[in-house]
């Protein structure tokens, strides 16, 4: 069978790669294009099999809330460099996975992976991202799923550029006010909301060190338990958000905002690209020549 123009063509929309790729696997395929897309995607999960071990600390946070305002999802999806974190096949998927992580029912990663791409479709997220990964030809991943249902409030949220997302359940108070408090948990990533949310390990060794340092600084003894009880209290104001200044206004804390506005903020999330992963330096050369030989 002749491979017209018209039938690479008609491959190239349906798959997104390029003309000679599409070429090549109608030839293979005599010009049978349901073969030849079937070839091209086992071929993508080879090819995303092989650059699963990359590291992708790039890529973007999305944010997706229903009309009603009492279910919302924080979705962050990687790739190896920011310049792909830019590309528009990239962000539609992003995009795409929170819509359907919003409309389905997954609490992780492992099942969002497996939800259709598109309601009703027969391309899970997992496939569409090795079909993503061979034509855009980085190692692509969704990596965190947040999801808040059960919302008594209401939820608001702020996105800094595409790299920070934060979704914060508010009770009472208003619009300005929500995303405003969402704004603040973008610049100053407070560990939770209040002093009695912080993790008994975790103030247990932030005491360690306390006391540690101020023997170390020759402080008497007996006055060790005041230090360490002052630092403490220093501690929690900075790490909780009731008790950190508000960022619009640092003669108030969050708190007292609150307060004057009789609202509550009953739970919040941040998720930044890239969190806790280490980014590898890459020489610029060898990275070039990798992608000249297609690794």
Do not use: W
Not at 52 to 64: L, M, N, S
């Amino acid at each position: 069978m002749a491979i017209t123009a018209a039938l690479v063509k008609e491959l190239r929309e349906r798959t997104g790669a390029g003309m000679m790729e599409c070429k090549k696997a109608l030839v293979k395929t005599a010009g049978d294009i349901e073969a030849a897309i079937e070839a091209m995607r086992k071929s993508g999960q080879a090819k995303a099999a092989k650059k699963a071990g990359r590291t992708t600390a790039d890529g973007t946070v999305v944010i997706a809330i229903t009309e009603d305002t009492k279910t919302g999802v924080l979705v962050e999806v990687n790739c190896e460099t920011d310049f792909v974190a830019k590309d528009a096949s990239f962000t539609t998927f992003a995009e795409t996975v929170a819509a359907r992580a919003l409309t389905s029912e997954a609490t992780d990663i492992e099942a969002l992976g497996a939800t259709p791409l598109e309601a009703g479709g027969d391309t899970s997220i997992a496939q569409a991202r090795a079909d993503l990964v061979a034509k855009i030809g980085e190692n692509i991943q969704p990596r965190r799923l947040v999801r808040f249902d059960g919302v008594t409030g209401k939820l608001y949220s702020y996105r800094h550029g595409v790299r920070i997302g934060v979704l914060v359940e508010l009770e009472a108070g208003t619009a300005t006010l929500g995303k405003d408090i969402a704004m603040h948990i973008a610049a100053t990533n407070p560990l939770c909301v209040s002093a009695d949310e912080v993790p008994a390990e975790t103030l247990n060794k932030e005491k360690e060190i306390f006391r540690a340092q101020a023997l170390e600084s020759g402080k008497p003894e007996k006055i060790l338990d005041r230090i360490v009880e002052g630092r403490v209290r220093k501690y929690l104001e900075e790490v909780t958000l009731l008790g950190q200044p508000f960022v619009k206004d640092p003669d108030i804390t969050v708190q007292k905002l609150l307060a004057q506005a009789g609202a509550k903020v009953v739970r919040f999330a941040r998720v930044e690209v890239g969190e806790g992963i280490e980014k590898k330096q890459e020489n610029f050369a060898d990275e070039v020549m990798a992608q000249v030989r297609g690794d």
